[in-house]
């Protein structure tokens, strides 16, 4: 890799990481990383540089050296504050020392120092972490490599925790002065079927006929001015896997690193029966980032729509699924929050209606991001009777206050459940996943082009689901063999989500060599089991992956333990029981740092150090800190683009061409077109009486529609520019609260008819609701099957509310849909 040898930061300091280089080990659903950091001093006086860089949360750091010419200096873990007086002490003694540590506020920051390296020396750092690779929506395994770490904001009044918190440095992600290259092996029991990125990668390598064994590079030249994702996708994803791994040799006996440990892999597969019903009930509350960053765009395209943007369309979906008979209430947050109702309301065509108007005036206009207060308020109120709290947050995650944000979502665990969502670069990785495992819940993350809704709707189909009960877990292992948990008990269940559990084997049978678990539970009132056979017999050498991924969960756990209260006592036992664990099993924790020190040839570094700070990019503005005056540049552009245009009343027509197919390339138009200038002309006889009225040029458009402020008028036509609102939302925003549609002009525009057509079709002794509903079900199905994740639910409530109307016609006015449409959908297609 070429080196780039004289950079500096915005302050013109000299920088000295020049490069990065990563290699990916990914065995079935875990990963071990080994990341390279090349320094090089090209002052003339020693020098500290000073690295606050991101990880994943679940990441278990376990190797930490450094090379300074040929000589290599491995890390020993050691207690923290024993670890800073060792790495001060050398320093002031002139040797050279390097300290890894874990930050106190949050288990996705780390802070690397490289100490009293001389003028021209040279230093080569090695880290390597071990992780579990999440699932995602699509059955995809996500490997993240984070380089983008925005400045967190500091809610006022809070202590930082002093000694310990990291202070980042960051610049503009295009201005990131080192280059990246990775380097990824993929193997599993199941064949590959590919790896995608959200960066340019190398084609595919298979290694084997079999195809489950892989390489893949990123493409030469990378800046790392992104977070770099990896999805990898095998076939049969949803086979349970078990991994027995063999204990350290020169560990002792009936210790953690010494015997062996299983890491079980669960898909549960609930009956379907169950899985066709979806509950009525709940009280839903939508938790929604308003800070000056989310007025960011979702990505760096041209043309991306603003983080709040996708978030108010994901609003409109949520809110068009929620089923009759639930509650709900929507909370903005920034510096401050506010609620859109003040409690929960009962769901129903008014209080859906008020919800989305105010939706509509949904901006990045709250100033920094405070979670914890809305919280409170939302924890504060009483649960309502049999309906079930479900919790959605949606937020770029950039907090300083995370550890006090998890400890109340677990804290109030028994009253809700949890979902949560991190949008765009830097969202942090502790926060979104946590607040999802300390709440039950999911958690997903929306980064480079994925779409928010698809995401979001798979968390409701969840939250939908019927809840399962009195889970337990049921150990069967040979005589003399003993079961030690170190994961904590499962606490929730989603159909075909995995679940992983890991714990320590202590002892050994000379008969036996099978062992099995058995995960019990209540779903709808009807007993379930799902049982995973395993050998004891360990498998191939896997590195004491299994071994540091336990003793990571074991330790997390612990330090939510103690941070949890009870007497001094007993969080001083805590604390040195995660130290013991640490240093023990060589895996990082928030008690511990590594330190190595390089004693050389005994002759000390001469001359005062300078320090230096290594940049890591970031997003927009940073993290909301200072509200909307904080926001990038572009984001600032980008809002007065969408609301600086005066407002203009268009009058359209229900003439077909309007919206024919053709006007929409894939069936998706989106704010990527925002100044389209593809023009439809229409004929001022095909107006209608009805006719909808657009405020062209802002947000606030009524049925949803949003158009450029420049239209042309002709003596018999008018001109407009290509309309950009995408049709599925048109059509979802014409949807009732029932599940039912009315027969509109605003609907036919979607469709590509008049009114004339639409009435003439129906049969004589169909409702115009009814046939209406049908309608909007064939096109859903004959024109966006792809998209069907996002509008699935509320599908269901349609087909549910023609069933309740006992229309005899069903038949027939399927057929009619469809010859009318140009489509060949079937009624059971349709559920019906």
């Given amino acids: 890799m070429v080196c780039h040898?004289?950079?500096?930061?915005?302050?013109?300091?000299?920088?000295?990481?020049?490069?990065?280089?990563?290699?990916?080990?990914?065995?079935?659903?875990?990963?071990?990383?080994?990341?390279?950091?090349?320094?090089?001093?090209?002052?003339?006086?020693?020098?500290?540089?000073?690295?606050?860089?991101?990880?994943?949360?679940?990441?278990?750091?376990?190797?930490?050296?450094?090379?300074?010419?040929?000589?290599?200096?491995?890390?020993?873990?050691?207690?923290?504050?024993?670890?800073?007086?060792?790495?001060?002490?050398?320093?002031?003694?002139?040797?050279?020392?390097?300290?890894?540590?874990?930050?106190?506020?949050?288990?996705?920051?780390?802070?690397?120092?490289?100490?009293?390296?001389?003028?021209?020396?040279?230093?080569?750092?090695?880290?390597?972490?071990?992780?579990?690779?999440?699932?995602?929506?699509?059955?995809?395994?996500?490997?993240?490599?984070?380089?983008?770490?925005?400045?967190?904001?500091?809610?006022?009044?809070?202590?930082s925790g002093g000694g310990g918190s990291a202070q980042v440095t960051s610049v503009p992600a295009s201005a990131v002065p080192y280059n990246l290259?990775?380097?990824?092996?993929?193997?599993?029991?199941?064949?590959?079927?590919?790896?995608?990125?959200?960066?340019?990668?190398?084609?595919?390598?298979?290694?084997?006929?079999?195809?489950?064994?892989?390489?893949?590079?990123?493409?030469?030249?990378?800046?790392?001015?992104?977070?770099?994702?990896?999805?990898?996708?095998?076939?049969?994803?949803?086979?349970?896997?078990?991994?027995?791994?063999?204990?350290?040799?020169?560990?002792?006996?009936?210790?953690?690193?010494?015997?062996?440990?299983?890491?079980?892999?669960?898909?549960?597969?609930?009956?379907?029966?169950?899985?066709?019903?979806?509950?009525?009930?709940?009280?839903?509350?939508?938790?929604?980032?308003?800070?000056?960053?989310?007025?960011?765009?979702?990505?760096?395209?041209?043309?991306?729509?603003?983080?709040?943007?996708?978030?108010?369309?994901?609003?409109?979906?949520?809110?068009?699924?929620?089923?009759?008979?639930?509650?709900?209430?929507?909370?903005?947050?920034?510096?401050?929050?506010?609620?859109?109702?003040?409690?929960?309301?009962?769901?129903?065509?008014?209080?859906?209606?008020?919800?989305?108007?105010?939706?509509?005036?949904?901006?990045?206009?709250?100033?920094?991001?405070?979670?914890?207060?809305?919280?409170?308020?939302?924890?504060s109120q009483s649960c309502i009777p049999n309906q079930p709290r479900q919790l959605f947050l949606f937020t770029d995650g950039e907090v300083g206050n995370t550890k006090q944000v998890l400890d109340l979502v677990k804290k109030n665990a028994k009253s809700h459940r949890c979902f949560s969502f991190g949008i765009g670069e830097g969202a942090s990785s502790a926060l979104?996943?946590?607040?999802?495992?300390?709440?039950?819940?999911?958690?997903?993350?929306?980064?480079?082009?994925?779409?928010?809704?698809?995401?979001?709707?798979?968390?409701?189909?969840?939250?939908?689901?019927?809840?399962?009960?009195?889970?337990?877990?049921?150990?069967?292992?040979?005589?003399?063999?003993?079961?030690?948990?170190?994961?904590?008990?499962?606490?929730v269940l989603f159909q075909g989500q995995r679940s992983l559990i890991y714990a320590q084997l202590t002892g050994e049978s000379s008969k036996q060599t099978e062992g099995s678990v058995t995960v019990k539970y209540s779903l709808a009132k009807q007993p379930v089991k799902n049982q995973l056979c395993f050998s004891l017999k360990p498998a191939e050498d896997t590195g004491l992956t299994v071994h540091r991924l336990g003793a990571r969960t074991l330790i997390r756990s612990l330090e939510v333990e103690e941070r949890g209260g009870g007497s001094e006592k007993k969080a001083t036992e805590l604390k040195d029981r995660v130290v013991n664990l640490s240093v023990q099993s060589g895996v990082s924790s928030v008690f511990t740092a590594f330190i190595a020190v390089h004693k050389g040839s005994g002759e000390a570094v001469k001359g005062p150090m300078l320090r230096r700070n290594v940049p890591t990019p970031r997003i927009g503005g940073g993290g909301g800190g200072g509200g909307s005056m904080r926001m990038g540049r572009s984001c600032r552009l980008m809002k007065k683009m969408y609301h600086a245009a005066p407002m203009a009343k268009m009058r359209l027509c229900a003439a077909p061409m309007i919206m024919c197919h053709s006007a929409f390339p894939g069936g998706r138009t989106g704010t990527e077109n925002q100044l389209g200038t593809c023009k439809r002309s229409l004929s001022r006889d095909l107006c209608e009486p009805s006719s909808v009225y657009c405020d062209a040029g802002t947000h606030s458009i009524k049925h949803g529609f949003e158009m450029a402020d420049n239209f042309e008028m002709a003596e018999n036509t008018i001109t407009v520019p290509e309309l950009t609102r995408d049709p599925l939302f048109q059509l979802i925003s014409l949807q009732k609260a029932s599940g039912s549609w009315v027969l509109e002009t605003a609907l036919v525009l979607v469709l590509g008819k008049t009114l004339e057509e639409v009435d003439k079709t129906k049969p004589e002794q169909v409702d115009q609701e009814v046939w209406a509903t049908v309608l909007a079900l064939i096109w859903l199905h004959g024109f966006k099957i792809k998209d069907q994740d996002e509008w699935q639910l509320l599908a269901i409530k349609a087909v549910a509310w023609i069933q309740a109307q006992n229309v005899p016609f069903v038949p027939e006015c399927v057929a009619a849909g469809n010859a009318l449409l140009g489509c060949k959908v079937q009624k059971e297609t349709l559920g019906l």
């Avoid at 395994?141 to 202590?159: D, F, H, M, S, T």
């Avoid at 549960?268 to 509350?285: D, K, R």
């Fill in 5 to 159: 040898c004289g950079l500096v930061t915005g302050k013109n300091e000299p920088v000295p990481l020049k490069s990065i280089e990563v290699e990916v080990k990914v065995n079935d659903h875990v990963a071990t990383v080994s990341s390279t950091l090349q320094y090089e001093n090209k002052e003339e006086q020693p020098l500290e540089a000073i690295f606050v860089f991101p990880l994943p949360a679940e990441a278990a750091v376990c190797h930490f050296s450094a090379k300074i010419g040929e000589t290599e200096v491995v890390a020993h873990v050691k207690e923290k504050k024993q670890a800073r007086e060792e790495y001060d002490d050398a320093l002031s003694s002139g040797q050279q020392a390097f300290l890894l540590e874990e930050s106190e506020q949050s288990s996705d920051v780390f802070q690397l120092n490289v100490g009293s390296l001389p003028p021209g020396e040279s230093a080569s750092i090695r880290l390597e972490y071990v992780t579990e690779l999440a699932v995602q929506a699509d059955d995809g395994l996500r490997i993240c490599l984070p380089a983008v770490l925005n400045p967190r904001y500091e809610p006022q009044g809070v202590n």
């Fill in 181 to 379: 290259s990775v380097k990824a092996h993929v193997s599993s029991p199941r064949p590959i079927s590919k790896v995608e990125s959200n960066c340019p990668l190398d084609p595919l390598n298979y290694l084997n006929p079999e195809q489950t064994q892989a390489t893949i590079s990123l493409a030469a030249g990378h800046k790392f001015d992104r977070d770099v994702e990896l999805l990898v996708y095998y076939k049969d994803a949803h086979q349970p896997t078990p991994v027995v791994e063999s204990g350290q040799a020169s560990a002792k006996p009936g210790s953690l690193m010494g015997d062996t440990v299983v890491m079980l892999s669960l898909y549960p597969e609930f009956p379907t029966s169950v899985m066709s019903s979806m509950t009525s009930s709940g009280e839903f509350i939508f938790l929604v980032d308003r800070s000056g960053s989310m007025s960011c765009p979702m990505h760096r395209g041209e043309g991306a729509q603003e983080r709040i943007g996708s978030a108010r369309d994901t609003l409109l979906l949520l809110l068009k699924s929620l089923p009759m008979g639930c509650y709900f209430n929507i909370f903005g947050f920034g510096s401050n929050y506010e609620s859109f109702f003040p409690k929960s309301v009962e769901y129903s065509q008014q209080t859906m209606d008020d919800a989305l108007n105010k939706v509509q005036t949904m901006g990045a206009d709250m100033g920094g991001t405070e979670i914890l207060e809305p919280l409170k308020h939302i924890y």
């Fill in 432 to 491: 979104i996943s946590g607040v999802a495992k300390e709440g039950g819940g999911h958690s997903q993350f929306i980064t480079g082009t994925d779409r928010m809704q698809p995401k979001v709707m798979q968390s409701l189909r969840f939250a939908l689901q019927p809840a399962v009960v009195d889970i337990a877990v049921d150990w069967k292992v040979p005589k003399g063999v003993s079961v030690t948990p170190l994961s904590q008990p499962i606490s």
